[in-house]
Each structure stands twice: as C-alpha cells, then as structure tokens.
C-alpha cells in the first residue's frame, strides 16, 4: 500500500462514475483519532475519503505499529474485505476530522459490473499499491533505516525540484510509516541532518539536498 | 505477492472467458532457467502458465534474492506493467520447462472491457497478492526468521491436517523466498529440527508437528 495521495481515484473518472456514485453513497463524519475499521473485523464497506486525512494500520503489541498508508480526498480504502477474505487486514483511522464516502457490499458490486472505468480504475490503483508494497519488502530486505528513511521522507515530500522542500510529518509518524520505534528514527534523523541533507525541527522536515537524499534511498 | 498455487485463476472463469483467451493467445515455449523477463524491462505482455513453474524475483547484487512468487498452471502474471508503470517491477524466469500463454497489451485491454468476470477475477487476484504483501511486510517486521520460515514451511505446504506432512523445497529457495541468505535459514531450519516441528533431508522438509509450527509461525 504506502502513500496513496498522489494517486487521486476521483481524478480519473468519468462525471457519469462521478454521479453514480455519490447517488448510492452515504456520508459518514468521523472525528479526529476515530476508528472506521478494525482489523480482523467482518468489512462490509468500500470507502471514499471526502475530506480529513485516515491512517491505514496494523498493530501487534502496544508499542508496534505500522502505518500502510495515509490517504486524502479521493483516495479509497475497504474494498479487500469486498473482493477477498471478509475480515479487515487493516484498521482504518482518522487522522484528522474526516468525512467518508460509505457504499455497501451490493452497490459496490453493482458498480464493478456496471462500470467499466469504474473497474478498470480499481484495477489501476491495486497494481499501484501492491507495486508499492513489493518495493517496500525489497527495501525492507536490502535496504538499512537510514536509506528506508530517507526512501520515505522524499516519498512524503511535495513533488518539486525547488529547494528547500518543507515536508510535515513527525518522527512517531515516520517511525510508524517505517515500522519501527522513536530511537532508530531520531538516530537516522541525525544522520540525514550531519550529512546536511535535511533539516528537522518540531514535526517539520526540510529537504536540503534531494539528489543526495535520493542517492542514500537508492532511487 | 507470495505464493498462488493455491488461487488458480482459471478454475474461477466461464469456458466462455477461457475460450476467448486461448483464441487471443499465443503459446510460447521456455527451458528450464530461461528468462521470461528481466526487472526494469518495458513490458508488453500478459501470461498465463500452462504447465510448469515460474518464479517471480528480484536481485540486488549477485547473492541477495528475494521471491515473491512461485506460479503454476492456471496462474497470471506480468499484469502490473499493462496496468500500471510500463517498467517491468520484477523478473521472471522458468523453474521448470514451461508452457505460457502470451497475450498482448491490446488483446489483454479488450479482455478487460469486454469480459467482466475476467476483471472481477483479475482484481480478486490481485487483492489476495495484495493482502499476501502486506502480511509479509508484518511479518518481516513482528516476527524473527525463525517464525517467517515456519510460516513459509506451512505456506507452502500441500492443505492436510494428516501427518507427516511433506513439502518439496530446498535451503536456497527458502532463502530467497525469505531474502535471506543461506546460513541464517540453515540455523533456523536445526532450531526447527530441535524442536522437533520438523525434519529436512535433502531438499525435503517433513512436517512432524503442525501445530507446533503454526504457533512459532504465530498464525
């Protein structure tokens, strides 16, 4: 999965997709730290975010977290637990006030077989994030924090050549994006800072040298 | 992505859907250890396995693999670089002599649109490889090698509760569905063996207690 914002499902479809499905769906309000899903539960539920910001994760134990994707406006989430297994393999959170697109199991269906650019656009984004999740095991097997760190950061980042690049996320959050705790990733914060390819303050990380970054994630 | 033995996309498809591919597709050959594709390749082509054994991997360096997938007859692959990035996300390559089913980027979109269980199948594929990946990425952050070989071991493993249950694998291969090296997988196997879950002679791993394995595999 990881980082979907960037691939906007709303964007690419058709005004007509557009109205049907805002015709069968129901708005849901989600306020911030919220939980729309746990995992292991039975989903019946495909999700459009509307507005906010929600946090696909997994958990074992208090203190590790994983954190799959953060996703926006547009993006869609729940329909795993549509097309495969019924229980949830991720719990879905709102990171910030949210509101949620909900379309059940039946209408949804109904989409995939009525809807072609609907279906295909499905298609699409699923290659995306498994894409995304294949790499993310091979820079888990090949790769140290510190390169995976600085994989993510440019990843989070605005998509500009314009330095500095400011990118707002804070360590808890990278550490869960990475999958691992606070020490490891304040260390491999310090690293990037000594080498001058960023700068960190208070939840703000500023990109100094991305062509260095970059070299250090192996992009 | 992982292994799919068991998720045979033919068996889900109309004779209807089936006839339409074997119309479309041409039958190419291929050798034991010959490459179907390389990583970073453009792609252009869909395939199904008809007989025989196809890896899909990844290599960074000479020693470092990582498998992601074993395919067998009635299997697909080489779907993300039509639907997605054209650039091939992994190589391919011939296990044993095989028989696969080729079809075009343009058969395979007219497929898409015209053959709605096709895609509604392709997607439940792809959510099932999806899900595969997420869980390996848990896995490879919760669990040590010891737990990530055993649950390999049942992974791979012909679907009985009779024991011994065998399972035809070699050191090497499980390494590299791992994306580890030998000696780790060597140690973890004798920890295996101590225990007695299992037993391995020569390329042969014997299930003794699966129960026991399951639970180091913490599933």
């Given at each position: ?16 997709d ?38 696909i994760?997994?958990?074992?134990g ?5 954190t ?74 090949f ?77």
């Amino acid at each position: 999965m990881t980082i979907l914002k960037k691939v906007s499902f709303f964007k690419k479809l058709s005004s007509k997709d557009l109205e049907k499905i805002f015709s069968i769906a129901k708005v849901k309000k989600f306020n911030k730290n919220d939980i729309v899903f746990h995992k292991s539960e039975i989903g019946n539920n495909f999700f459009v975010v509307q507005s906010g910001k929600i946090k696909i994760f997994t958990s074992i134990g208090p203190n590790k977290k994983k954190t799959f994707a953060f996703l926006e406006k547009g993006d869609f989430f729940g329909e795993m637990s549509l097309l495969g297994s019924k229980i949830r393999s991720a719990s879905a959170q709102a990171v910030t006030d949210s509101e949620l697109l909900v379309i059940g199991r039946l209408s949804f269906k109904k989409l995939l077989v009525k809807n072609p650019d609907f279906t295909l656009n499905l298609l699409q984004t699923l290659v995306i994030r498994l894409n995304n999740s294949d790499r993310e095991i091979e820079n888990m097997l090949f790769h140290n924090i510190l390169g995976r760190l600085a994989g993510k950061i440019v990843e989070f980042a605005p998509k500009t050549n314009k330095l500095p690049i400011i990118v707002n996320i804070d360590q808890n959050e990278l550490a869960e994006c990475i999958g691992t705790t606070r020490v490891p990733i304040c260390r491999a914060i310090n690293s990037l800072k000594k080498c001058k390819a960023i700068d960190y303050k208070r939840s703000e990380i500023t990109i100094l040298n991305l062509k260095q970054l970059k070299s250090i994630a192996n992009m």
